[in-house]
C-alpha cells in the first residue's frame, strides 16, 4: 500500500521474465473478499471477483494477498487453471467451491484438479471473536477451532477450512498441497494484520499451458 506505481509495474515485469511469460498476460482485478469467480477475458483491473480461470494458453491468472489464503488450481487434462483469493468471507462463503463449480462446467472433472495453497496468516496467529468461531463451527465443525486457554477468542485454521471444502466436492487430498508458512509470523512475508493494513501484496499466479493431447 503506498508504493510508487512505478516500481510495482518494474516488480511484476522481473516477475513474469522470471515466470517466462509476458507481463500482459497476466489477469488480476479488483478483490472484494465475496465469491465471485470470472473467465479471464471478461476480466480487467476494474472487474470485482475472487476468482479467475482460464483455458487459454498463454495467459495467466493472479491473485493479490497479504494474510488472506492464495489458491491455485491446474487440470493437468484440460489445461484450465484457475487463481482464487480467500479471506475469511471468501472461505465461509466457499469460493473454492465455486471455482471447481466454473472449471467443472467446463468439462473438468474434480477428480483431475491439482491445487496448491500458498502462505497465508495461519491457526498459529489468525485470533478472532464475536460470531466467526459459531459461524465457522458451523461451516466446518471443530477441526478449524483452536479455543486459546484462558481466553475468550479462538484461533481459526482458513487452510484447513479450504482443504476440507475441496475435499467434499471430491478433489483428491493427495493433489491438495498446503505450504505452511505462515505470513504474520514470518517477517518474510507482507501481513495486513501485522503492519495495520499498510503494507505490500504477493502475488499468486498460475499460467496455462496446453493439456497433453490437445
Do not use: Y
Not at 478472532?128 to 485454521?157: C, M, N, S, T, W
Amino acid at each position: 500500500m503506498g508504493d510508487d506505481p512505478e516500481v510495482v509495474r518494474r516488480n511484476l515485469e522481473l516477475l513474469a521474465e522470471a515466470a517466462g511469460v509476458a507481463p500482459a498476460s497476466v489477469v488480476a482485478v479488483t478483490q472484494v473478499h465475496g465469491d465471485r469467480v470470472v473467465h479471464a477475458s471478461d476480466a480487467n483491473p476494474q472487474t470485482e471477483a475472487d476468482a479467475l480461470w482460464t483455458l487459454t494458453a498463454g495467459v495467466a491468472v493472479g491473485v493479490r494477498t497479504a494474510d488472506c489464503v492464495p489458491i491455485l488450481f491446474e487440470d493437468r487434462k484440460t489445461g484450465a487453471v484457475a487463481a482464487v483469493h480467500a479471506g475469511w468471507r471468501g472461505v465461509i462463503a466457499q469460493i473454492a467451491a465455486r471455482t471447481v463449480e466454473a472449471l467443472v462446467a467446463q468439462g473438468s472433472d474434480p477428480s483431475d484438479l491439482h491445487v496448491a495453497i500458498g502462505p497465508c496468516i495461519q491457526r498459529c496467529c489468525f485470533e478472532v471473536d464475536g460470531d466467526l468461531p459459531a459461524r465457522f463451527r458451523g461451516a466446518f465443525g471443530d477441526e478449524v477451532i483452536a479455543p486459546q486457554p484462558g481466553k475468550d477468542r479462538v484461533h481459526l485454521d482458513l487452510p484447513r477450512a479450504v482443504a476440507m471444502t475441496l475435499a467434499r466436492w471430491r478433489v483428491p487430498e493427495g493433489q491438495v498441497v498446503a505450504l505452511p508458512q505462515c505470513t504474520h509470523c514470518d517477517d518474510r512475508f507482507f501481513s495486513h494484520r501485522r503492519e495495520q493494513g499498510r503494507t505490500g501484496r504477493h502475488l499468486s499466479f498460475i499460467t496455462c499451458v496446453p493439456a497433453a493431447g490437445l
